[in-house]
């Protein structure tokens, strides 16, 4: 029948509508968000270079705002703001561990505190 052929068409669009929503809604939310590199390498003076697992930190911190409030979305943005003066040494490596710091104190998953954790020795400065 003309009919039901309609109807079951009808029922199948619909599902395919709210499957297509319902991909683009998850593609939305915080998790799973990976821009810019997975891993990052920051420079740290006299100290092996630090290690950043960038889009872990996409899935488990809120928003970009905790890092990148304190520098703009561009490689090499902390060694420019640090040589000019606008960060102070060791001001995003303290951001990095307050945070650390009060998860383990909440009780909840979280990053390293000690210096080798972060500092690598087998880690180059990295030229951007
Ligand atoms: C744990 C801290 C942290 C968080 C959270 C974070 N980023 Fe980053 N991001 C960095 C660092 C560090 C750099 C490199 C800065 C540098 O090289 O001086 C960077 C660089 C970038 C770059 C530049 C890449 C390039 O090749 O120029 C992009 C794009 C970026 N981040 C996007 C994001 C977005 C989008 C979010 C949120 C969904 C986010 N980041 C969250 C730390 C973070
Ligand atoms: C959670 C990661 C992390 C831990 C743990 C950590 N650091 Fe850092 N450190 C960084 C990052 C990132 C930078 C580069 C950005 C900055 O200077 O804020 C840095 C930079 C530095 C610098 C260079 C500042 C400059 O420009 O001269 C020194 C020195 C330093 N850290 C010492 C230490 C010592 C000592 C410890 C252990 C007590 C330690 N760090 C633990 C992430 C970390
Ligand atoms: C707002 C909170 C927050 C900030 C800011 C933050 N982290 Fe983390 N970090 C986390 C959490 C949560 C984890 C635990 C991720 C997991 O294992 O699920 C983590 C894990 C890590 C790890 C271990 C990853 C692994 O695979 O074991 C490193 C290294 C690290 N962070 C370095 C940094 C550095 C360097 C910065 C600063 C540039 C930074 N973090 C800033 C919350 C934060």
């Known amino acids: 029948m003309k009919w039901k052929g ?3 068409s009808c029922v199948l669009f619909l599902a395919l ?3 297509w929503v319902g991909i683009a809604q998850s593609g939305g939310t915080s998790d799973a968000v990976h821009q810019g590199p997975e891993t990052l390498i920051l420079n740290s003076g ?3 270079p630090s290690l950043v697992p960038h889009w872990k930190h996409q899935e488990v911190v809120d928003g970009c705002a905790p890092c990148h409030e304190l520098f703009p ?3 090499g943005s902390v060694d420019a703001l640090k040589a000019e003066g606008q960060l ?3 001001q995003v490596m303290n951001r ?3 945070c650390h710091k009060q998860k383990t104190e909440a009780g909840n998953r979280t990053g390293p ?4 954790d972060c500092h690598r020795k087998e880690l180059k400065a990295s030229k951007p």
């Open 6 to 8: 309609f109807l079951i």
């Open 17 to 19: 509508v709210g499957l």
């Open 46 to 48: 006299p100290m092996s």
């Open 73 to 75: 979305q561009q490689r």
């Open 88 to 90: 102070k040494k060791k």
């Open 96 to 98: 990095c561990l307050a």
């Open 113 to 116: 505190v000690r210096c080798r």
